[in-house]
């Protein structure tokens, strides 16, 4: 549980000074993504912090990152190692939420029907 006392490098703060924006746009519940940036872990060679969510399918005027989202169609899914080609994809080319940065931590694959999300992490 995070507090503006107790924060996650300026998270609490941040969403607490967006909080009326934030319900607004999102609404009450409970809402999966990642606060990123310079000064947290690999940086992602930024020099400010970003909220991005998990699910593409909402957003916030606050939230002003969206990351990039790959949808698969059944036949991809059932046919391609969608997975793996993902993973090589991010090795070869780098981040496509941080343009140009080439060592990404990973992905997150939603499914719609399940309304689950999962991280896969390439780089430990």
């Not at 999966?32 to 970003?50: A, P, T």
Request: aromatic share 16%; charged share 25%; proline share 3%.
């Amino acid at each position: 549980m995070l507090t503006i006392e107790e924060d996650n490098f300026g998270f609490a703060q941040w969403v607490n000074k967006n909080a009326e924006q934030l319900v607004l746009d999102l609404g009450v519940g409970y809402h999966f993504g990642e606060w990123w940036g310079i000064g947290i872990n690999r940086g992602y060679g930024l020099d400010h912090r970003r909220f991005s969510l998990f699910n593409p399918a909402k957003h916030s005027e606050v939230c002003y990152h969206v990351p990039p989202v790959r949808t698969l169609t059944h036949h991809e899914y059932e046919t391609l190692n969608w997975y793996e080609e993902t993973k090589k994809e991010f090795i070869e080319f780098g981040s496509i939420a941080a343009e140009g940065y080439m060592k990404p931590e990973g992905f997150v694959i939603y499914a719609e029907r399940a309304k689950t999300y999962w991280k896969v992490i390439i780089d430990k």
